[in-house]
């Protein structure tokens, strides 16, 4: 379970009704969704909260660190609550499910420095690809 609520708390970010159910919609482990997914999730819970004031909240989060914005192949954009933690996403190439996963070793390692071309590399993002359980015949 992601600790997003309690960050937001700690940061003394004003937590409305609107932004709440939005942390508690986004908080949890393996949690990818859509600004879509969150707004329908959300609006289950509070039915007064509109598209913008999600969007508005999940671009806030984004500039605050706080979460995740994930692109995978030109599908609509993610929110991924694991922001505080290194990781690296498994994707569905036909579902596009995503889930966090932690290889052992430094992604940076692996990059020989004769393939730098004399860049400072401060980060790198590997997105493992397949099918999942449920797409796999």
């Known amino acids: 379970m992601s600790d997003l609520l309690e960050r937001l708390r700690e940061r003394g970010w004003r937590l409305t009704a609107q932004r709440r159910v939005v942390a508690e919609v ?6 990818h969704l859509t600004a879509d997914e969150v ?3 959300a609006a289950a819970r509070l039915p007064e909260i509109s598209r913008a004031t999600v969007y508005n909240t999940l671009g806030e989060l984004v500039s605050l660190g706080e979460v995740l914005e994930v692109a995978t192949d030109g ?3 993610r929110y991924d609550p694991n922001a505080h933690r290194a990781h690296q996403h498994l994707v569905c190439s036909d579902c596009g499910a995503v889930r966090d996963v932690h290889p052992h070793g430094d992604p940076l390692a692996a990059l020989p420095a004769a393939e730098r071309y004399g860049f400072a590399v401060t980060a790198a993002e590997v997105t493992y690809r397949g099918r999942c359980p449920d ?3």
């Open 26 to 31: 986004l908080d949890g482990e393996h949690v």
């Open 39 to 41: 707004h329908a999730r």
């Open 75 to 77: 599908r609509a954009r």
């Open 135 to 137: 797409c796999r015949p």
